[in-house]
């Protein structure tokens, strides 16, 4: 049977490091210092656990927490904070969504104890906000009414299991329907998606609205 399988998301290397040498006798751990990467890691991965840091550069934890406890994909992987910020904090993250809160250094002891107990315990279904502010990059593929096939790269600025709001590098026709790719390493298809609403038509990067159709990655 495999060793489950630990997301660490924390921008200090050293206390990545540290993390890895007490976990990976038990555990697999990877890592990233880059809190927007940690969705694309976490769909690729699919980690059993994630241990986050509140301060981070760009994307706070605290908002990073919240994404990943509420997407539907994501919002069973129970979320461990781990930070250096005042343990007051810890009731906010949790309703949050996170499962546990240690302050560093961390009780490496009780870290392992609550992980063992959390990873062999049924994890309920948590709330689902309907919508977020998140970059993340995708990948857009689809065809033209001539027949032509087409690839666009864009940018997210908010997403939800319902849709998302994108910046385009090149202009796409109302209601096209696209396949939609977060890139990454290995491209992680999130289903398709249909233009329902153009937001801007004159700039260099246009904006559109798009709505998944069916199921998709996000649920």
Do not use: W
């Amino acid at each position: 049977m495999p060793a489950p399988r630990i997301l660490v998301i924390d921008d200090d290397i050293s206390m990545r490091s540290v993390i890895k040498d007490h976990l990976s006798t038990a555990y697999e751990v990877f890592d990233t210092g880059a809190p927007e990467t940690a969705l694309a890691l976490t769909l690729e991965h699919k980690p059993d656990a994630i241990l986050l840091d509140l301060s981070m550069p760009g994307l706070s934890g605290f908002e990073l927490c919240r994404v990943l406890s509420s997407l539907p994909v994501t919002r069973k992987i129970p979320i461990f904070i781990v930070s250096g910020e005042d343990e007051r904090n810890k009731a906010f993250c949790k309703n949050l969504g996170a499962a546990r809160y240690f302050s560093k250094p961390i009780d490496f002891t009780r870290l392992k104890t609550d992980l063992s107990f959390i990873l062999n315990s049924t994890q309920t279904d948590r709330r689902a906000d309907p919508r977020f502010q998140l970059r993340l990059m995708l990948k857009l593929k689809g065809t033209k009414e001539d027949g032509t096939s087409f690839e666009v790269r864009g940018e997210t600025e908010n997403i939800s299991r319902g849709g998302f709001l994108c910046t385009c590098t090149t202009r796409l026709e109302e209601n096209a329907t696209v396949e939609v790719l977060l890139r990454g390493e290995n491209d992680y298809n999130l289903g398709n998606a249909r233009v329902v609403r153009i937001v801007e038509t004159g700039s260099a990067n246009p904006r559109y609205g798009f709505q998944f159709i069916g199921k998709t990655g996000l649920m």
